[in-house]
């Protein structure tokens, strides 16, 4: 079947003035498709994702994921002729993302009244941690208070232990996520019904609060108050991560009862496949601890390789808890090209976290990593939107804009 590389969402244009990870996360993923998408960027510190991370010699290198098929443009915002520059390339594209806090844009004449009267189709999404009503709007908004705030944090971790927190960045993920969603449905409704643009307030709490199961309802309705279960699933047992001999752990999801039965009988215990206290979900989580202990003990005394074999000869659900140097030895991450080798400006060569959705035709392309240089492609950027040679000297000189290929001695 013939593939078209970067079609799906060619003819999109998308400036990103947005930082850190939720807001350009939504970006990279319309950029992975094909957007052509304009990251705005301080000349002077660029990004803050750019100090995030390790770096190899000098090279930050989440940014180069972060950045990936994305043209830079490194302009001061905060100046009068900065924010000129913003309103004249808003006028010109379909999408735009904003990641500050409630009231700036206002404050610097870019708020969506103002922008859209040059594009009317103009979709502006913004991006905090409280959203733009309440009365939290005003606070500052990070993944992380939105971990807490959600109540993600609650029901994570062990029973007898702390809240938890992620280590990564959990909240911002799933916002650039349901953002880019968002995006891709006022396109479609601006689009099919020939309407104006419109603003998409996108809070990173309630993306996150929105992806955590049934608990409003179930308080709702039975004032049930979820609880820390550590590993454990509170709707279905068995589930869990286990142990091995050889101290390696995998997880086992197999709470639906056909599945129940087939791994009792993979561990041989028959007897509690036939058994009637085991028979239905809610008996077995009325009898979780036991099941929970003879599953733990079956596990703890083989090799991972042993009990993996087992399992999958009897279709249990079943996976290897990975770290990352697993991952990328394994042959189904290889199968799917879930990590990709792209060639690199700076490092010569580095693997990254691959598109994970596989469309038949359009199935999208990472065309660069992220510039290192800030302001990569200011000059064909401003050139494109009408400025001439003489206004971008001014810029430049005026420390609005940046231009590192001059400022290297190289002209353009």
């Known amino acids: 079947m013939k593939q078209e590389h970067d079609q799906m969402l060619k003819k999109i244009k998308v400036l990103d003035i947005s930082n850190l990870i939720a807001g350009p996360g939504i970006s990279t993923i319309l950029a992975d498709f094909g957007a052509d998408v304009i990251k705005v960027e301080h000349p002077k510190a660029g990004d803050y994702i750019r100090n995030w991370g390790h770096k190899k010699d000098g090279v930050p290198l989440a940014w180069k994921s972060h950045g990936r098929g994305k043209r830079l443009l490194a302009v001061n915002i905060s100046k009068p002729a900065g924010q000129k520059i913003i309103r004249r390339i808003a006028a010109e594209v379909d999408v735009m993302i904003e990641s500050y806090r409630p009231g700036k844009l206002e404050e610097w004449g870019l708020d969506y009244e103002t922008i859209s009267r040059d594009n009317p189709k103009l979709i502006l ?10 009365p939290y709007k005003d606070r500052p908004g990070f993944g992380t208070l939105a971990e807490a705030f959600s109540g993600f944090a609650h029901i994570t971790g062990q029973a007898d232990g702390p809240p938890t927190l992620p280590s990564f960045a ?27 643009g ?20 179930e308080y709702d309705q039975l004032k049930i108050v979820q609880k820390r279960f550590g590993n454990r699933s509170p709707r279905g047992v068995p ?16 709470s639906a009862s056909d599945m129940a039965i087939r791994l009792f009988k993979a561990i041989g215990r028959d007897d509690m496949a036939a058994d009637p206290q085991y028979a239905t979900p809610a008996k077995r989580l009325e009898n979780g601890d036991l099941i929970d202990g003879t599953i733990a003990d079956w596990i703890r005394q083989r090799p991972l390789k042993a009990v993996l074999a087992k399992l999958e000869a009897f279709k249990v659900p079943v996976a290897p808890v990975y770290d990352i140097a697993q991952i990328m030895q394994d042959p189904q991450y290889q199968a799917r090209q879930s990590i990709i080798q792209l060639p690199d400006e700076d490092l010569g060569a580095v693997k990254m976290t691959n598109i994970p959705v596989k469309f038949s035709k359009t199935p999208g392309r990472i065309r660069h990593t992220g510039r290192t240089q800030i302001g990569f492609d200011s000059i064909d950027i401003l050139r494109s939107v009408g400025m001439s040679d003489p206004e971008i000297d001014q810029l430049i000189e005026q420390e609005i804009v940046t231009d590192p290929h001059r400022s290297n001695g190289k002209t353009n």
């Open 125 to 134: 999404v913004r991006v905090t941690g409280w959203g733009q009503t309440g």
């Open 170 to 196: 959990l909240a911002d993920g799933v916002t650039a996520l349901v953002g880019a969603y968002a995006v891709l449905a006022a396109l479609y409704y601006r689009d099919i019904n020939d309407k104006p």
């Open 198 to 217: 419109q603003v998409i307030d996108l809070s990173i709490f309630e993306s996150l609060f929105a992806v955590l199961g049934p608990q409003a309802i």
């Open 239 to 254: 589930r869990n991560a286990y142990q091995t001999s050889d101290n390696r752990w995998l997880a086992i999801s197999a």
